[in-house]
């Protein structure tokens, strides 16, 4: 078996054609709780709900206010990356250029629904996801 700088090494002249495909996402079937998780996220995107590019709204305000202060500046800390994350996921499911079922926006579900657990596993149901 080759080691990884002789793979890397075997792939140094791929054109540039070649180098555009290995980019692409590829499709993909997702399962269903995160293509559940994302028919709910796109459905408060599109009834402005939440906004990835206001991350204030992607609270339930009456939970935030209860939260201890010390939840509150985790809560806090999170926010911008769950927006950016939350932004990211749905440029990729919009854009004509990729697929709404792909292993990569899974991944990307993935990596927004452990950052909302992170918070929320103090029992704070804080956001509206």
């Known amino acids: 078996m080759p080691t990884f700088s002789q793979s890397i090494a075997q792939h140094q002249d791929l054109s540039e054609a070649k180098q555009v495909k290995a980019g692409q ?8 709780e995160h293509a559940t998780f994302l028919k709910r996220v796109m ?3 599109d009834s402005k709900e939440i906004d990835s590019s206001k ?4 609270l339930n305000a009456s939970v935030y206010d209860a939260l201890p202060q010390e939840w509150k500046d985790k809560t806090n800390l999170a926010l911008i990356n769950l ?3 939350l932004r990211l996921i749905e440029e ?14 899974e991944t990307m579900i993935e990596q ?5 657990e992170r918070i929320e596993s103090n029992g704070y149901d804080v956001f509206k996801f």
């Open 112 to 116: 927004l629904w452990n950052m909302k």
């Open 43 to 45: 459905e408060l995107l």
């Open 55 to 58: 991350p204030e709204s992607l």
């Open 83 to 85: 927006a950016d994350q």
């Open 92 to 105: 990729f499911y919009r854009s004509t250029k990729t697929p709404n079922s792909s292993p990569h926006l």
């Open 25 to 32: 996402a590829i499709a993909g079937g997702m399962r269903d």
